[in-house]
């Protein structure tokens, strides 16, 4: 028996498995459609497969744990990138501008 789609049902998309909640729901000749919170896009009841909350729950679990290994990767990477730009701010700190360095005038 399959469960029926309703507003605040938890859905995952057959197509690409992205899953979300269903903000909104329509008809038409050719269907019928569910806005998913997550993508903000409107797909075909026949493509989505409802989810139980304890299966939801443990993607949404995953999705948090790659975006915040994402965020501390980033983070490091942004660290990495100011210790260069001190280095070569140091660098330019003991160079010598001075009167005797060649004139490029005409």
Do not use: P
């Not at 210790?83 to 700190?93: I, L, N, Q, R, Y």
């Amino acid at each position: 028996m399959e469960k029926e789609i309703i507003i605040g049902a938890h859905v995952r998309y057959s197509g690409t498995g992205s899953a979300g909640e269903v903000l909104d729901i329509r008809s038409d000749d050719q269907g019928v459609w569910a806005k998913v919170d997550t993508t903000q896009l409107w797909y075909n009841s026949r493509y989505l497969e409802v989810m139980d909350e304890n299966e939801y729950m443990k993607l949404k679990s995953r999705e948090t744990k790659r975006e915040t290994s994402k965020f501390n990767e980033d983070a490091d990477e942004r660290e990495i990138t100011k210790k260069k730009v001190d280095k070569v701010k140091k660098d330019f700190e003991d160079v010598d501008m001075s009167t005797e360095l060649c004139d490029g005038g005409g």
